[in-house]
């Protein structure tokens, strides 16, 4: 009983091992780890040709953003949309790459 009781143990302490990825080893050997913080990138963001805009879009956008106003994204796509080809014929680009950075605000405000 008390052998059963022993080897039980010593499985456990093994399958613990394994499963955790951890080794045993004697003291004077132990490395500790420092904990480190997991820095969290964020995606990148469609590059826009901002001078081609009046200054208050892009700060329009991100504050939509910022705010989680979806309503207020989504119209701003729709204006982008609906002025593509007025931009294009003004400075030679449409609205897609604007269009782009307006999507990424969307998904990031949790829009969907």
């Given amino acids: 009983m008390f052998k059963s009781i022993i080897h039980s143990t010593a499985i456990a302490v093994v399958a613990a091992t ?58 701003q796509f729709d204006i982008a949309d609906a002025n593509g080809e007025a931009t294009m014929n003004r400075v030679g680009h449409n609205n897609a790459k604007l269009m782009g950075y307006i999507d990424e605000a969307l998904k990031a405000a949790g829009c969907y």
Avoid at 26 to 46: A, C, G, I, K, L
């Fill in 18 to 75: 394994v499963l955790t990825g951890c080794s045993v080893s004697d003291s004077s050997s132990e490395v500790v780890e420092e904990p480190t913080s997991e820095v969290v990138e964020t995606p990148d963001r469609t590059e826009v040709e901002w001078a081609d805009y009046d200054t208050s879009v892009k700060t329009t956008i991100d504050d939509l953003e910022a705010a989680k106003d979806c309503a207020g994204l989504q119209s």
